[in-house]
């Protein structure tokens, strides 16, 4: 059975750092992060897929940064100046196909979630 076990959430105050983990219990040619505030819908924040292609919300460039180290299975989000805004359950997606650069941060494209880990952050 396919797991993926997130980490590493928590609060932290505005401007602040967090880095996320997800632990796979495979190897994923595709995996992202998604979050979901209270009332609202999931949005992909970041994707990676191999041969090193990646992808980020708008909202996120420049802040964000998602990294793999694929010989334990593991993807990294690491957050940085943090914003009130980024509070949410943030999800870990993975799916065995190479997705198209369209399709990264589409959640209907993952097959395999994470329960999620909480990040909040003060303003």
């Known amino acids: 059975q396919v797991q993926l076990v997130e980490s590493g959430g928590g609060s932290v105050q505005a401007r602040g750092s967090l880095r996320l983990s997800c632990t796979a219990s495979?190897?994923?040619?595709?995996m992202a992060w998604f979050r979901q505030a209270p009332e609202k819908e999931r949005e992909g924040v970041a994707a990676?897929?191999?041969?090193?292609?990646?992808a980020y919300a708008d909202s996120v460039k420049g802040r964000f940064a998602i990294s793999r180290d694929t010989s334990k299975n593991t993807m990294y989000l690491q957050m940085n100046s943090l914003k009130p805004e980024d509070t949410a359950m943030y999800f870990c997606a993975a799916d065995s196909a190479f997705k198209i650069q369209a399709a990264l941060l589409q959640a209907d494209q993952y097959n395999h979630w994470g329960q999620g880990t909480q990040v909040t952050v003060s303003s």
């Open positions: 495979a190897r994923f040619a595709t």
């Open positions: 990676s897929r191999f041969g090193g292609t990646t």
